[in-house]
């Protein structure tokens, strides 16, 4: 953790400064927006790009009807918000008028998780994964930076079908270099280890990479892997490191339940069977706070992780 380097970005600003910059070349994409644009940071394209972008007003289900439209035309839509409001407010929207016909509309969704603690429970996106992952058709990226960022709205708009993108409300740190190479159902081990595996992704991965420094302390060697791409994943990623150590720590700054834990908790039991501990928010809301202190409470921590890895370290033995 020490050596990360401090992100002057949110992961939802760097992902509308590339739709903006790739709005300079690609004449083929348009915006939406509910009266979100400060939030979502859409509003650097408006002033790039006036004529493509349409702010529908605080109206989620209108917003995304409308995208669908303009999508079943054959044009790429981009519609941004909050994550809360993009997956309940809309859902059947994007389940019906989206995924069912496979349109061509990405999502920039912001404040996944307790990311946005300080805005509280209305505003933090704890269910947003299990709602998106369930939805045939939909594809899923969390990055953990902003050169994840970037590429996760390249990946987006290359790619055909839906695509939700869950981004954060804060800079956090920076983790990868700007010429790192992103694929859609992908991951990335950022720290090699042969105890046990933290399978992980979005902010949490920074998380992970504390609770490894302290587990480092104990004599327990983790394994982090950034799963940035949760729907498609990286199956073969997750068979060779539990091959190696045995043992899976699956932590999310989401719900526990139907979150990525148990997308990989059951793989693994189906697979290659290996004690496991899922860690995420025990079927609770949280509240309003301090982010650091947000994780803490609710057991996301570093602290908290390395806790969690290390008891499961010693009935593995």
């Known amino acids: 953790m020490s050596t990360l380097t401090p992100a002057k970005n949110a992961t939802r600003r760097t992902f509308a400064e590339r739709m903006t910059e790739r709005g300079n070349t690609d004449r083929d994409f348009v915006v939406f927006e509910s009266d979100l644009a400060k939030s979502t940071y859409s509003y650097i394209f408006k002033e790039k790009h006036p004529e493509r972008y349409f702010n529908m007003g605080i109206a989620e289900i209108g917003t995304f009807a409308a995208a669908a439209g303009m999508a079943a035309q054959g044009r790429n839509v981009v519609v941004c918000g909050y994550g809360v409001f993009v997956t309940m407010r809309a859902l059947e929207v994007i389940r019906s008028f989206i995924c069912y016909p496979h349109l061509n509309v990405k999502f920039l969704s912001s404040h996944g998780g307790l990311t946005a603690a300080i805005d509280g429970v209305t505003h933090q996106a704890t269910e947003d994964i299990a709602f998106m992952t369930t939805l045939p058709q939909m594809k899923v990226l969390v990055p953990a930076d902003t050169a994840a960022a970037s590429a996760a709205f390249d990946i987006a708009l290359a790619t055909p079908g839906p695509v939700f993108t869950r981004l ?128 803490d409470k609710f057991g996301l921590s570093g602290a908290a992780i390395a806790s969690k890895a290390a008891e499961l370290v010693a009935c593995k033995k």
């Open 168 to 295: 954060m409300r804060d800079p956090l740190y920076e983790l990868y270099g700007t010429g790192e190479q992103f694929d859609l159902g992908g991951s990335k081990i950022v720290r090699e280890g042969k105890d046990i595996t933290i399978a992980t992704y979005g902010d949490i991965v920074f998380q992970s990479l504390q609770a490894a420094d302290e587990l480092a302390k104990q004599g327990i060697d983790a394994e982090v892997i950034d799963f940035y791409s949760i729907k498609p994943w990286d199956q073969a990623a997750l068979e060779k490191s539990l091959q190696k150590t045995g043992a899976l720590v699956v932590a999310e700054n989401h719900q526990k339940r139907n979150g990525f834990g148990y997308e990989a908790a059951v793989w693994s039991l189906l697979n290659h069977p290996v004690p496991t501990t899922l860690i995420g928010l025990e079927d609770t809301f949280a509240e309003s706070g301090n982010y650091f202190k947000t994780l």
